[in-house]
């Protein structure tokens, strides 16, 4: 369970509170796009960038943080088990935010 909960803190806290993504995938055109976008509205996030410019279903997806953590222990427990889901999901978003706010 503690594996699920590390690993999907992690990967939240990668995709977004940090510029890891934008800075490895500079390349991409929609990397760039984004660096351009944020000189006129710097408080964006890549992922809402993303929504802004694409709004469907997979956008939203990745850029909403309770819906992504979902979908990322759902993955996560398919190689840990699926025993406690609810709680590694609760237990997983609860750290997330108390990180994201220190």
């Known amino acids: 369970m503690i ?3 590390f690993w999907s803190v992690f990967l939240m806290f990668i995709w977004f509170k940090t510029d890891a993504f934008t800075q490895y995938f500079s390349s991409l055109s929609i990397v760039k796009k984004f660096e351009e976008y944020k000189i006129v ?30 979908w990322i222990v759902i993955f996560l427990s398919i190689f840990y088990g699926f025993s406690y889901f609810p709680v ?15």
Request: aromatic share 22%; with cysteine.
């Open 3 to 5: 594996e699920v909960i």
């Open 41 to 70: 509205n710097y408080d964006i996030s890549f992922p809402s960038f993303i929504y802004l410019k694409k709004p469907n279903f997979w956008t939203k997806l990745i850029s909403c943080q309770p819906c992504l953590l979902f």
């Open 88 to 102: 590694k999901w609760v237990i997983s978003y609860f750290i997330f935010r108390v990180i994201s706010k220190v």
